[in-house]
């Protein structure tokens, strides 16, 4: 019995394992950027309300997704989103919004006061697309703007954006995520306001 527990030492050493747990460090990455600058609105003495953003199903989690093949996903090992996308893009299109000073007001829930207009949105795919040359960090948010006092729809469409990756690296896949979002909240902002 001493001896076969003295081979399996040897064996679990000369094999490379070991006892002690691995421990693997996770970073943690936010989207955070704001457009530099986003169109202006005539002032409409109104509040706009923006909901809570949904999310596509692969999308809606920590885990950051990348594809190299077309039809594919999956996620970094090592570094994954702080929060949801929809949480940290939620802030940045009530800035976005309330920097087109179109609104007399600009809201998030829970908001229980009276508003006009509610930004409803959806962010339909975040990855990191490298089975693309080049490599680009794609954001596609579809939007749809209605006016509550007289039930229409105002907008429905996506806005998309892609913004280049520039190594292979998931710190510089992150900042063409940031831009990509920049971006797409730009465009919003300026389809928001073209439609009023």
């Known amino acids: 019995m001493r001896i076969a527990r003295t ?29 530099a600058q986003v169109a ?27 594809a190299t093949a077309p039809h594919e996903i999956a996620y970094y090992a090592h570094v994954e989103w702080a929060r949801r996308p929809a949480a940290m893009v939620q802030p940045l299109l009530v800035q976005a919004m309330r920097a087109t000073h179109a609104f007399a007001a600009v809201e998030a829930p829970p908001f229980l006061d009276r508003y006009r207009y509610a930004l409803h949105t959806e962010i339909r795919e975040l990855r990191m697309d490298f089975s693309a040359a080049p490599p680009a960090a794609r954001l596609v948010l579809h939007a ?31 900042a063409a995520a940031n831009a990509a979002a920049a971006k797409a909240l730009g465009d919003l902002a300026g389809v928001v306001v073209g439609a009023l």
Do not use: K, N
């Open 40 to 66: 202006q609105g005539t002032p409409h003495p109104a509040t706009l309300l923006v909901r809570v953003a949904a999310t596509a199903a692969p999308y809606d989690t920590t885990r950051i997704a990348y």
């Open 7 to 35: 081979a399996l030492a040897v064996a679990a050493v000369l094999s490379g394992c070991s006892f002690t747990p691995v421990q693997v460090e996770v970073r943690t990455a936010v989207i955070e950027q704001l457009p």
């Open 144 to 174: 749809r703007l209605s006016d509550e006092d007289s039930g229409r729809t105002l907008l429905d469409r996506d806005i998309s954006a892609a913004e280049p990756i520039a190594a292979r690296t998931p710190e510089a896949a992150i």
